[in-house]
């Protein structure tokens, strides 16, 4: 397995339009769209940068786990996303590795990615999600 890219840079927010507000007015980044993923309470609103996105996401209930990480946490970096071209393939490389998986099988993500997140325990306390995208 190897990672292709950063995918995404996953930011969790308490409010996305007062949040968008800074990428767009400030930075001048351009709002791509925004996705419910009822799945994982979470709203999401995504924001290209090159070749990669920033990925701005507010829960939908407060016993989501962007709402817990907030709690726990504050706002901030949630996690960052690798690219990588067979997530299948990936998730049984990592556990090859020793990795602990929070999924052992590939789950529906934003913008219609497979994805599959790496326990923070084995990835020096990051949360990696693995995501493989058509697009």
Partial sequence: ???????????????????????QEVLGLELAGTETVEEQKVKVAFLPVGDTEV????????????????????????HIAFKVENI?????????????????????????AKIAFVHPKSSHRVLVELSERTK
């Fill in 1 to 23: 397995m190897k990672a292709l890219k950063v995918d995404h840079i996953g930011i969790a927010v308490k409010n996305l339009e007062e949040t968008l507000a800074f990428y």
């Fill in 55 to 78: 990925e701005l996401l507010e829960s939908t209930t407060d016993d989501g786990p962007i709402a817990k990480f907030i709690e726990k946490n504050g706002e901030g970096i949630q």
């Fill in 88 to 112: 299948e393939e990936a998730i049984e490389y990592m556990q090859s590795k020793g990795m602990k998986m929070i999924d052992e099988k590939p789950r529906y993500g934003a913008g219609g």
